[in-house]
Nanobody, 121 residues
Framework: QVQLVESGGGMVQPGRSLRLSCAAS????????MSWVRQALGKGPEWVST????????DYADSVKGRFTISRDNAKNMLYLQMTSLKHEDTALYYC??????????????WGQGTQVTVSS
C-alpha cells in the first residue's frame, strides 16, 4: 500500500533552518509529481511546493518562495524540503503528498501522517 512517512520536524527559533524528509513506498515514486502541504492549527491546508516529475521543475507558494527548496531522490524514493529563514507563520504540520495542485491541497488521502514544525523564540 502507499506509504508516505515524514520526518525532520521540530522546534526552532526564527531565522533558523530545518530539513524535512519523506520516505515513499508502495507506488512508482519516480512517475509522480510530489508535493509538500502544510496545515497550521485552526486553519485550512496550504499547498507549499511541488516537484514536477516530467519537467523536473519546481513550484512554490509565494509565502515560501526564496526560502524553501524542494528536492527529490528517485533512486531512494525520497522527497525533501529544505526550509531556511523560518518565520513564526511557518509553524504548521507539514505533510508529504503524492500529486500536485490543486487536488493535493484538498485531498488528505494523498498525504502522509505529517511532521510538526514549530518556529518560536
Amino acid at each position: 500500500q502507499v506509504q508516505l512517512v515524514e520526518s525532520g520536524g521540530g522546534m526552532v527559533q526564527p531565522g533558523r533552518s530545518l530539513r524535512l524528509s519523506c520516505a515513499a513506498s508502495g507506488f512508482s515514486f519516480s512517475i509522480y509529481d510530489m508535493s509538500w502541504v502544510r496545515q497550521a492549527l485552526g486553519k485550512g491546508p496550504e499547498w507549499v511546493s511541488t516537484f514536477k516529475t516530467g519537467s523536473n521543475s519546481t513550484d512554490y507558494a509565494d509565502s515560501v518562495k526564496g526560502r524553501f527548496t524542494i528536492s527529490r531522490d528517485n533512486a531512494k524514493n525520497m522527497l525533501y524540503l529544505q526550509m531556511t529563514s523560518l518565520k513564526h507563520e511557518d509553524t504548521a504540520l507539514y505533510y508529504c503528498a503524492r500529486g500536485g495542485p490543486p487536488l493535493v491541497a484538498v485531498t488528505p488521502a494523498l498525504w502522509g501522517q505529517g511532521t510538526q514544525v514549530t518556529v518560536s523564540s
